[in-house]
């Protein structure tokens, strides 16, 4: 079980995770949040937690395991309208503020581009970011959020266990999963005051930076060197000893 007033005790902020709904069990904390913002139920910074997300949403339609009453699963919501342009930073900010959460507790974690989190090589958790646009402002945005914190290697399903891990297998011990929660959401409500700034933070975590990638783009597949983020957060990958710039690839 989740216990809220453990996430509260341990939050170093000024609105983030003030307002907490918290699930027994969830098909998703991203599909609950938006529901909960059409029915005027949100508040900027409030956070959706589930001990059991049954239905983890990834990029691409993807689903993401987390173990019961083991993983962390969380979104965070935000209400107030902002540009597109400072939109577009926010899953670079969501991602350092987990890589700094992680580190926090102990382990050494990379970030794979776009939305990826990964201990020792081997994933251990992604983010998702949703939004709504009208008038050329985004209006509400939901940031998704799922760690593997305490599975074992059993808990895995077998064709995922080879490349998956939690932070309790990396770090040898259990974590508190209210205590990464209120961790993150602090860095990440730091963070938020300096967006521009983050892509450099983002590019001290990234795993394959200077390295051979390979992704899809349109109806073929590119191999490239990846050389960083620019202050959009898009991906910048050699090609041919040509610079190219991509807002959404999936690297492999």
Same mark, same amino acid.
């Given at each position: 079980?989740?216990?809220?007033?453990?996430?509260?005790?341990?939050?170093?902020?000024?609105?983030?995770? $003030?307002?907490?709904?918290?699930?027994?069990?969830?098909?998703?904390?991203?599909?609950?949040?938006?529901?909960?913002?059409?029915?005027?139920?949100?508040?900027?910074?409030?956070?959706?937690?589930?001990?059991?997300?049954?239905?983890?949403?990834?990029?691409?339609?993807?689903?993401?395991?987390?173990?019961?009453?083991?993983?962390?699963?969380?979104?965070?919501?935000?209400?107030?309208?902002?540009?597109?342009?400072?939109?577009?930073?926010?899953?670079?900010?969501?991602?350092?503020?987990?890589?700094?959460?992680?580190?926090?507790?102990?382990?050494?974690?990379?970030?794979?581009?776009?939305?990826?989190?990964?201990?020792?090589?081997?994933?251990?958790?992604?983010?998702?970011?949703?939004?709504?646009?009208?008038?050329?402002?985004?209006?509400?945005?939901?940031?998704?959020?799922?760690?593997?914190?305490?599975?074992?290697?059993?808990?895995?399903?077998?064709?995922?266990?080879?490349?998956?891990?939690?932070?309790?297998?990396?770090?040898?011990?259990?974590?508190?999963?209210?205590?990464?929660?209120?961790?993150?959401?602090?860095?990440?409500?730091?963070?938020?005051?300096?967006?521009?700034?983050?892509? $450099?933070?983002?590019?001290?975590?990234?795993?394959?930076?200077?390295? $051979?990638?390979?992704?899809?783009?349109?109806?073929?597949?590119?191999?490239?060197?990846?050389?960083?983020?620019?202050?959009?957060?898009?991906?910048?990958?050699?090609?041919?000893?040509?610079?190219?710039?991509?807002?959404?690839?999936?690297?492999?």
């Amino acid at each position: 079980m989740i216990f809220t007033n453990l996430i509260q005790t341990n939050l170093r902020t000024i609105q983030f995770g $003030k307002d907490i709904e918290y699930y027994q069990r969830l098909e998703s904390t991203n599909v609950e949040s938006w529901d909960l913002i059409k029915k005027n139920n949100a508040s900027h910074g409030m956070i959706v937690i589930t001990d059991n997300q049954y239905k983890g949403k990834g990029r691409n339609n993807n689903t993401w395991f987390m173990g019961s009453s083991k993983g962390l699963a969380m979104s965070i919501i935000l209400t107030k309208p902002m540009s597109i342009k400072d939109a577009e930073l926010i899953p670079i900010t969501i991602g350092v503020s987990v890589a700094k959460a992680l580190e926090n507790r102990g382990a050494i974690p990379n970030l794979k581009w776009p939305n990826d989190i990964f201990l020792e090589g081997k994933k251990c958790g992604g983010i998702l970011c949703e939004s709504r646009i009208s008038q050329n402002m985004v209006q509400n945005m939901v940031i998704g959020i799922g760690i593997n914190i305490n599975e074992n290697e059993n808990d895995f399903p077998e064709d995922i266990r080879a490349s998956s891990t939690s932070l309790s297998i990396e770090t040898g011990h259990t974590n508190q999963r209210e205590l990464v929660c209120a961790i993150l959401t602090t860095y990440f409500e730091q963070l938020m005051g300096s967006l521009t700034s983050n892509f $450099k933070l983002w590019e001290n975590y990234c795993s394959h930076m200077n390295s $051979k990638v390979c992704f899809h783009h349109g109806n073929s597949e590119h191999n490239g060197i990846f050389k960083g983020i620019n202050d959009k957060g898009h991906a910048l990958i050699d090609i041919k000893n040509k610079p190219h710039t991509f807002p959404s690839i999936t690297l492999k």
